[in-house]
């Protein structure tokens, strides 16, 4: 079964950093491309980045400067980290898997004092 399961979401204030994973199962994540996801309530979906199977990465404007997607292969796990947090990142994030248009159930971030 094709999985992803999303996890490191939680209460930050502002300025601080999280770590969000999605542990991929039933593929091979670093033979795919995946893209992180984010939907803060009321708006819609914000693609916020993406690693393609060569480990080439894309940032969009609004983490970039502040984030990195990384992966490691050997625990089939992708990585967001996001540092220097905002109000406006406060979102749920979902790591999706780009080929098969699937999503994990997400992880939610607040971004509060």
């Known amino acids: 079964e094709v999985r992803l399961v999303e996890s490191g979401g939680g209460l930050v204030q502002p300025g601080g950093a999280l770590r969000l994973s999605c542990a991929a199962s039933?593929?091979?994540?670093?033979?795919?491309?995946i893209s992180w996801v984010r939907q803060a309530p009321g708006k819609g979906r914000e693609r916020v980045s993406v690693?393609?199977?060569?480990?080439?990465?894309w940032l969009s404007d609004s983490v970039k400067g502040r984030s990195i997607i990384s992966r490691d292969n050997a625990k089939n796990t992708l990585y967001l980290q996001m540092n220097s947090l905002k109000p406006e990142d406060t979102a749920v994030y979902y790591c999706?898997?780009?080929?098969?248009?699937?999503r994990g159930q997400g992880t939610q971030v607040t971004v509060s004092s």
């Open positions: 999706v898997l780009i080929e098969a248009s699937l």
């Open positions: 039933g593929f091979n994540l670093s033979a795919s491309a």
């Open positions: 690693i393609n199977r060569a480990g080439s990465t």
